[in-house]
């Protein structure tokens, strides 16, 4: 089975860090993406990690443990337009699919 | 611009009369994908192409239906619509391998009454 969690809400004061988690069990894993999804609008790609450790994009960074089933995406300096809500996704092993989690929605406070 | 492109955006609809919701993309991806978008559910997946006349069920494909006569477009039907398939739709493409994500279409918002 799949199941990926992460918190429903976060908030946070605008030029802060924040740190959004993400844990999954999946039945085969080929990779996780963070998405980024503002109101009424599509996801965009944010950040991709195969391997452990760190990857580092200007104001985001995201981190991956294979053996924990464990990610988080870190976002530094906060803008107010980074307020949107967070998704992470597992791709499985075929590569082909792509399971997602409920999403975070952060809110960034002036 | 590379671009997915779905149609129509909005669309509000009566039970039973079927409906065909349009997703087509310009960068040459293999892999497309529909997913529906609920409240507190997040993303579940519909139906996926991996490419030209090959499709398969997502999570959710019950009274969907797809096809992928050519690369580019990859239309959702729904044959007798009903309430419980009130949701966001989004299609999405993407390249079969490596590090790239998914480029998404805009997103159709689908009301059944």
């Known amino acids: 089975g799949q199941n990926i969690d992460q918190p429903t809400e976060m908030t946070a004061t605008e030029g802060a860090i924040v740190q959004i988690n993400c844990t999954y069990q999946t039945s085969g894993f080929n990779g996780l993406f963070w998405y980024q999804q503002h109101a009424g609008e599509a996801p965009t790609f944010l950040s991709y990690n195969v391997l452990d450790g760190l990857e580092e994009k200007g104001r985001f960074s995201s981190f991956l443990s294979r053996s924990k089933g464990y990610s988080y995406l870190l976002l530094k300096e906060l803008q107010m337009k980074d307020s949107a809500s967070y998704l992470c996704?597992?791709?499985?092993?075929?590569?082909?699919?792509?399971?997602f989690g409920p999403g975070t929605r952060l809110s960034v406070l002036p | 611009e590379a671009q997915v492109t779905q149609n129509p955006r909005y669309l509000i609809t009566v039970t039973g009369k079927k409906l065909t919701v349009t997703c087509s993309q310009n960068?040459?991806?293999?892999?497309m994908s529909w997913y529906r978008q609920d409240p507190g559910l997040g993303l579940r997946q519909i139906y996926y192409s991996m490419n030209v006349e090959v499709t398969d069920k997502g999570d959710v494909p019950e009274g969907y239906k797809v096809s992928r006569k050519e690369k580019r477009n990859f239309p959702l039907i729904l044959e007798s619509p009903s309430p419980n398939q009130t949701s966001l739709y989004f299609c999405?493409?993407?390249?079969?391998?490596?590090?790239?994500?998914?480029?998404f279409g805009s997103g159709t918002r689908l009301t059944v009454v």
């Open positions: 999405a493409s993407s390249l079969s391998i490596g590090d790239y994500g998914y480029t």
């Open positions: 960068m040459n991806h293999e892999y």
């Open positions: 996704a597992v791709r499985d092993l075929d590569g082909q699919n792509f399971v």
